[in-house]
């Protein structure tokens, strides 16, 4: 095996070659790194990256596997970060300048998990600020660019995570999603991206952005590399209340069952103006789930309309007050010219935030203000009780639902940074699972017929804490080929 080879592993794949002593997870470490060095000034994907630390979590796997203990899944696998996730000892930045300098004295319960089960952790990647944003140019730092065509957007917030996995700088990925930054990417990307159910996996040590709304879940090159990130990283947490009692199943053991006699429901309302050669290839991929022996039937969703102005209202109503705590008082950038303290609050986070955050809480602190909770937040958080029980009255007829996850393949770097209200709308098809709270994830599937035939995604729900049975169907889609040769096929 060349040590190029040890870039394009799957995870699966690098548990075999330790258990064969074919490489050593210290020499799968320093490809990585050194790929980094290479490729990563093009894709611009890090904003820190870790190498000392990642070469001590390699060099502990080896001396494991040295001594014969079992060794985990995961041992050896190289994961980047996203850096509104906090590790311990490591720069975390949000993508903003106001935690410029920020260095963490803990580490998120998901990156402890990872880092238990013997992940090695390559840094940290880049994102939109605050996880505020659709294509990775809200960073305060530079835009990242997506490894299938440099000249475009690698999609957001989680652009970073994404881009490193498909341009292989990275095995694996943590994100963050609140209304579509896993899935979304992973799609411009052509990558597995996963949010689980809302609780599912602990938001203890991810920086919160919009805390009814924010998920961490796993990126990866493989449906199976997804199920093991998964698993390590879900389950009850004492440190964060809103995480769920509820068991974590082994996803990768059920992987192979087959989707025979499972019924797919799709919803008119995603395929209504939809971009043709998006629209396409998610009827080809439909047709291969029915040829794979699922029912496919119709399903309504009919608050659909109202979801990407009821999640904007909720999730900038909770930015704002999450937000506020960035004062210059405690931790963070500070304005250094100012004269008392209401001036240092105002220079501060005029300095420290950049457009689409002030943006953000501006909007936020509109519709929490008095006058305006009822007409804004209040009846926002009615539609999206609506949202939640169309999904919940569809799942009592089928046993997942499929749709577009973006309405049209990444655009141009520079091409919507200017029109914020274009760039909310192409959340339409993701912002409606995380209001709901339920699981999702987007699989390749295809590219676009017209150059430079840029990856497809298909997005895939189930009902609350069924992520077994979401994997199974896009494992079950995966391991029939997809649509490998774009939408000819």
Same mark, same amino acid.
């Given at each position: 095996?060349?040590?190029?080879?040890?870039?394009?592993?799957?995870?699966?794949?690098?548990?075999?070659?330790?258990?064969?002593?074919?490489?050593?997870?210290?020499? =799968?470490?320093?490809?990585?790194?050194?790929?980094?060095?290479?490729?990563?000034?093009?894709?611009?994907?890090?904003?820190?990256?870790?190498?000392?630390?990642?070469?001590?979590?390699?060099?502990?796997?080896?001396?494991? =596997? !040295?001594?014969?203990?079992?060794?985990?899944?995961?041992?050896?696998?190289?994961?980047?970060?996203?850096?509104? &996730?906090?590790?311990?000892?490591?720069?975390?930045?949000?993508?903003?300048?106001?935690?410029?300098?920020?260095?963490?004295?803990?580490?998120?319960?998901?990156?402890?998990?990872?880092?238990?089960?013997?992940?090695?952790?390559?840094?940290?990647? /880049?994102?939109?600020?605050?996880?505020?944003?659709?294509?990775?140019?809200?960073?305060?730092?530079?835009?990242?660019? /997506?490894?299938?065509?440099?000249?475009?957007?690698?999609?957001?917030?989680?652009?970073?995570?994404?881009?490193?996995?498909?341009?292989?700088?990275?095995?694996?990925?943590?994100?963050?999603?609140?209304?579509?930054?896993?899935?979304?990417?992973?799609?411009?990307?052509?990558?597995?991206?996963?949010?689980?159910?809302?609780?599912?996996?602990?938001?203890?040590?991810?920086?919160?952005?919009?805390?009814?709304?924010?998920? =961490?879940?796993?990126?990866?090159?493989?449906?199976?590399?997804?199920?093991?990130?998964?698993?390590?990283?879900?389950?009850?947490?004492?440190?964060?209340?809103?995480? %769920?009692?509820?068991?974590?199943?082994?996803?990768?053991?059920?992987?192979?069952?087959?989707?025979?006699?499972?019924?797919?429901?799709?919803?008119?309302?995603?395929?209504?103006?939809? /971009?043709?050669?998006?629209?396409?290839?998610?009827?080809?991929?439909?047709?291969?789930?029915?040829?794979?022996?699922?029912?496919?039937?119709?399903?309504?969703?009919?608050?659909?309309?109202?979801?990407?102005?009821?999640?904007?209202?909720?999730?900038?109503?909770?930015?704002?007050?999450?937000? !506020?705590?960035?004062?210059?008082?405690?931790?963070?950038?500070?304005?250094?010219?100012?004269?008392?303290?209401?001036?240092?609050?105002?220079?501060?986070?005029?300095?420290?935030?950049?457009?689409?955050?002030?943006?953000? &809480?501006?909007?936020?602190?509109?519709?929490?203000?008095?006058?305006?909770?009822?007409?804004?937040?209040?009846?926002?958080?009615?539609?999206?009780?609506?949202?939640?029980?169309?999904?919940?009255?569809?799942?009592?007829?089928?046993?997942? =639902?499929?749709?577009?996850?973006?309405?049209?393949?990444?655009?141009?770097?520079?091409?919507? &940074?200017?029109?914020?209200?274009?760039?909310?709308?192409?959340?339409?098809?993701?912002?409606?699972?995380?209001?709901?709270?339920?699981?999702?994830?987007?699989?390749?599937?295809?590219?676009?017929?017209?150059?430079?035939?840029?990856?497809?995604?298909?997005? &895939?729900? %189930?009902?609350?804490?069924?992520?077994?049975?979401?994997?199974?169907?896009?494992?079950?889609?995966?391991?029939?080929?997809?649509?490998?040769?774009?939408?000819?096929?």
């Amino acid at each position: 095996m060349t040590s190029s080879d040890l870039t394009r592993l799957s995870a699966e794949q690098i548990h075999e070659v330790l258990i064969r002593k074919e490489a050593s997870a210290e020499e =799968i470490c320093r490809e990585h790194l050194k790929r980094i060095q290479q490729q990563d000034p093009e894709v611009r994907a890090y904003l820190t990256v870790s190498a000392e630390r990642a070469l001590e979590q390699a060099k502990k796997v080896d001396l494991r =596997i !040295a001594e014969g203990g079992r060794l985990p899944d995961l041992a050896g696998v190289p994961v980047a970060v996203k850096d509104v &996730i906090l590790t311990r000892g490591v720069r975390t930045t949000c993508g903003s300048k106001m935690l410029e300098d920020y260095v963490p004295p803990y580490s998120a319960t998901a990156v402890d998990r990872l880092e238990a089960e013997g992940a090695v952790i390559l840094g940290k990647v /880049n994102c939109d600020e605050f996880a505020m944003g659709s294509s990775t140019e809200n960073s305060a730092y530079f835009p990242t660019h /997506n490894p299938i065509d440099l000249t475009r957007v690698p999609g957001g917030s989680s652009g970073g995570s994404a881009a490193a996995v498909a341009a292989h700088l990275a095995t694996a990925a943590l994100g963050s999603d609140t209304g579509g930054s896993i899935r979304q990417p992973a799609a411009f990307c052509g990558v597995m991206g996963m949010m689980g159910t809302y609780g599912r996996v602990s938001r203890y040590g991810l920086v919160a952005f919009a805390s009814s709304l924010d998920h =961490i879940g796993p990126f990866g090159r493989t449906v199976r590399d997804v199920a093991l990130l998964l698993k390590a990283i879900a389950g009850r947490d004492p440190a964060d209340s809103t995480s %769920a009692d509820v068991p974590v199943p082994d996803y990768a053991a059920t992987l192979e069952d087959g989707v025979q006699g499972f019924t797919v429901g799709v919803p008119k309302e995603y395929f209504e103006g939809l /971009n043709p050669e998006i629209g396409d290839n998610i009827q080809k991929g439909i047709d291969r789930l029915e040829a794979l022996g699922c029912k496919v039937t119709s399903v309504r969703l009919p608050h659909t309309e109202y979801a990407v102005a009821c999640y904007y209202i909720i999730c900038t109503a909770e930015a704002s007050s999450n937000l !506020a705590r960035y004062d210059g008082v405690r931790y963070g950038f500070r304005s250094a010219d100012f004269k008392g303290l209401r001036e240092m609050y105002r220079k501060t986070r005029d300095a420290g935030f950049g457009a689409e955050v002030k943006r953000r &809480i501006m909007l936020g602190t509109y519709v929490l203000s008095s006058g305006y909770y009822e007409a804004y937040y209040h009846k926002a958080q009615q539609v999206r009780t609506l949202i939640a029980r169309d999904f919940i009255e569809a799942f009592d007829e089928v046993d997942a =639902i499929v749709t577009p996850t973006a309405p049209h393949p990444a655009f141009g770097l520079g091409e919507r &940074i200017d029109d914020p209200l274009q760039m909310y709308l192409g959340d339409i098809y993701t912002v409606t699972a995380s209001l709901a709270g339920i699981p999702g994830i987007s699989v390749p599937c295809g590219r676009t017929r017209s150059a430079p035939h840029l990856p497809v995604g298909m997005q &895939i729900f %189930a009902k609350h804490f069924d992520e077994a049975r979401l994997l199974q169907v896009a494992r079950a889609f995966e391991k029939s080929g997809g649509l490998e040769n774009g939408s000819d096929q």
